[in-house]
């Protein structure tokens, strides 16, 4: 007999007894229902005093937040099998991924229940299902990497990564797929970070006094796996130019007397030319603001201090993605 069929015959008979005891799984977090077991399903109870509707909202959320807290697991599981896999250290130090469970229509409300004003809910996933439909939303992707060129490839395999990463939050095992997509993944990284031992960034500063602006645009580019030097394109061996690029940075300052005192303003622009034509792109280190009641050098001193490694970092790397790091 069923929880609401002994409740509504307590109403029928108006019965005086004690309130009938509700089964574990609804009021106890971690209690498993006896139809829906864990190996197949992930179950999350929700429990509220405001209404029915509450409840359930809460039991779905109960399943997504056991979903997300097993993605962080499973995001270090994948990156330790993808490098044992064969990727490169360099290639898989760079690569990270953020992964979310977002598909919370396929959780669903198997049971409700009332006592005394509070509100019960259960809500499930079913494992099995629930990766079917995520093979088959990932299917046209995981098509195009395969057939794709290696710019494109690149674009569209930190999706597919995520992709394969909530699956093994959902079932707690590795995808069918994933074996055979790792390796033409670790071998299409292998790939690039070969092509980028041979790349050069020509890193060429338009202002010799802009602090130690050249020192950590150097630094980003040695990070991102290419070698920096400071020649321009046009310094360059013709037979040279196929493998380097030129990074101008370009620093601009603006200072001036206001309310506060002296003022300056930083700002750093990173324009990417491929020496052999065709690829550039952008990047920009946003406005910084030094102030000094009195002494403009160290107003600007204070300025350039804000213009931290990770910002020229982010600059170049986006600078760079139309050139040399094929859109990563």
Aim: with cysteine.
């Amino acid at each position: 007999m069923t929880l609401r069929a002994v409740v509504l015959g307590c109403v029928l008979v108006a019965c005086a007894s004690a309130p009938v005891s509700l089964p574990a799984y609804d009021t106890a977090v971690d209690s498993e229902h006896p139809r829906y077991p864990r190996a197949r399903f992930i179950g999350g109870t929700g429990i509220s005093s405001v209404s029915a509707e509450d409840a359930a909202a809460r039991a779905r959320e109960n399943v997504v937040q056991q979903i997300s807290t097993r993605l962080e697991s499973e995001t270090s599981s994948f990156q330790l099998y993808t490098t044992k896999r064969g990727a490169a250290e360099a290639a898989t130090g760079r690569v990270s991924v953020w992964s979310s469970f977002d598909r919370a229509d396929l959780i669903l409300l198997v049971d409700r229940a009332n006592q005394g004003g509070t509100f019960y809910a259960y809500a499930v996933l079913d494992r099995a299902a629930a990766d079917r439909e995520l093979a088959a939303a990932m299917s046209a992707e995981l098509t195009t990497f395969r057939a794709a060129a290696a710019s494109e490839a690149i674009r569209i395999r930190p999706r597919i990564d995520s992709a394969f990463i909530v699956r093994r939050a959902v079932t707690g095992q590795p995808a069918p797929e994933e074996a055979e997509y790792v390796a033409a993944r670790n071998q299409l990284l292998a790939t690039i970070e070969e092509a980028r031992g041979r790349r050069v960034v020509g890193v060429v500063l338009k202002n010799a006094g802009a602090g130690q602006l050249a020192d950590l645009t150097a630094s980003a580019v040695r990070r991102l796996g290419l070698r920096p030097d400071t020649a321009a394109c046009a310094a360059r061996d013709k037979k040279d130019l196929t493998d380097a690029t030129q990074l101008e940075v370009a620093p601009e300052e603006r200072c001036s007397e206001g309310s506060l005192g002296e003022r300056c303003d930083v700002i750093v622009r990173l324009t990417a030319q491929a020496c052999a034509g065709g690829l550039s792109g952008a990047g920009t280190v946003a406005t910084v603001r030094g102030v000094h009641p009195s002494d403009r050098e160290k107003a600007r001193r204070s300025a350039w201090d804000k213009v931290t490694a990770q910002a020229v970092e982010a600059a170049v790397r986006d600078a760079l993605k139309g050139t040399v790091l094929g859109g990563e």
